[in-house]
């Protein structure tokens, strides 16, 4: 089993994060362009004694992929 590279991992997270924030900075432009995955409303599972609700929305822009993409070069200068 391969080992998980925990560094670009983390990088490519801090991309779509970085990204998306740019992405809202520059609202009404193309950047900002893209599209939402996901549960439109949260589903809810009632045990009696708890109540669990699960969701789940991504929302990937042209920002947010070109935050990815500069933090893959980012990986690609520190290794």
């Given at each position: ?14 991309g ?5 924030f ?18 439109s409303?949260?589903?809810?599972l ?12 991504i ?5 947010s ?15």
């Amino acid at each position: 089993m391969k080992r998980i590279n925990w560094l670009l991992l983390i990088l490519i997270l801090i991309g779509f994060v970085l990204g998306g924030f740019i992405g809202t900075y520059f609202d009404g432009s193309f950047l900002n362009y893209g599209k939402t995955f996901g549960l439109s409303s949260p589903l809810e599972l009632d045990l009696g004694f708890i109540i669990l609700t699960f969701g789940l929305k991504i929302q990937i822009s042209i920002c947010s992929v070109l935050g990815v993409i500069v933090s893959l070069l980012v990986y690609k200068f520190i290794r």
